[in-house]
Each structure stands twice: as C-alpha cells, then as structure tokens.
C-alpha cells in the first residue's frame, strides 16, 4: 500500500475540482467548514438560484507524486441524488475502472465516465448502504490501474465524512 501525504487545497483549487468534475464553472469557492479530514466548500455556479456545497478530500501517493485523487460528495443541484465524484490523474488504465475498499471490504468498481485536460472522472451514485459504510468507516482505499496487473491503492481517510455528509445542503 501506497504512504501518503494529505494536501490542504485552498478552497479556490477544491472548486475547481468541483467545477471541472461537476461541469460547473464556479468563480471561487468559500471554505465553510472542516470535518475531520474533509473540507467542505461552497458557492453559487452562474445562472443558479441556490448554493452548491462539496465535501472534497485531495490525497497523493508519496512515492509517486503523480498519482492523486481529489474525492468529492456532493448533492444534485435539484438535492435529488448525491454523487461520489473520483478526479483520478491522466495515464490511469481505464477498462480496470476505479476500484473502492473501505474497512478490508471490497465495495466493487466503477467505470470512468469521462478525461479532461487535468484528469479522469469516476462517478458513482451513492446509495443509502454506501453512504452508511462510508459514514461509519475509518478508511477507503481506491485503487487505480496503471497496467492490467498493477493497482495503486490510495488511502482516503473517512475521518469527518459522517459529519460532513449531513451538514451538506
């Protein structure tokens, strides 16, 4: 398993990570709160009514600096859904998806869904069991693939999802 080192985004680098992963074009986004280990930001997208908020963790692999992720959660602008979004770096094998293990348990894999400039995005609805592992788990490992046989975990920590989770709008 991969060591890694947390980096503290200012809030402006974490909504862009909203925005390039949500489609959203968010001028600047505000830091509202930190919730153990994840960050929750905020800000209206132009031509929306309402206030979007995202709990954003971003992790990279020590030993290899270019391999991060940025994990973001967030609700639906109609609060309809809430979506786990993955912002996994340029090179990752993407047939062999994204794979998700929280607490030694193997929660599957999911598809990539589309590259941009800076990055592959992995998006998976999140049900109300996911939503409970995640809530009451201590650590996720997502996997990328650089070859067939070579997955990188990177080690999320869940400290804070719980209480950031319900305090999103």
């Not at 930190?34 to 960050?39: F, I, L, M």
């Not at 609700?75 to 990752?92: H, I, K, M, N, W």
């Not at 993407?94 to 998700?100: D, I, T």
């Not at 990539?112 to 490992?141: H, K, M, Q, W, Y």
Request: hydrophobic share 45%; charged share 15%; glycine share 10%.
């Amino acid at each position: 398993m991969k060591r890694i080192v947390k980096h503290h985004l200012a809030a402006g680098l974490a909504m862009a990570a909203l925005a390039i992963t949500g489609g959203a074009s968010f001028a600047q986004g505000t830091v509202r709160a930190q919730h153990g280990d994840w960050q929750m930001s905020c800000d209206t997208p132009p031509g929306a009514s309402t206030e979007q908020c995202a709990i954003i963790q971003n992790v990279m692999a020590e030993d290899q600096p270019n391999v991060g992720l940025s994990v973001i959660v967030l609700r639906t602008a109609d609060r309809e859904a809430q979506l786990l979004r993955v912002l996994a770096p340029l090179g990752v094998l993407l047939p062999n998806g994204l794979g998700l293990n929280v607490d030694g348990q193997d929660m599957g894999r999911v598809a990539f869904v589309r590259c941009l400039p800076n990055g592959c995005v992995a998006e998976v609805v999140l049900d109300a069991t996911l939503i409970e592992t995640l809530s009451n788990g201590t650590d996720a490992i997502f996997v990328v693939f650089k070859t067939p046989e070579e997955g990188i975990g990177i080690p999320v920590s869940l400290n804070g999802f719980k209480d950031g989770f319900a305090q999103l709008p």
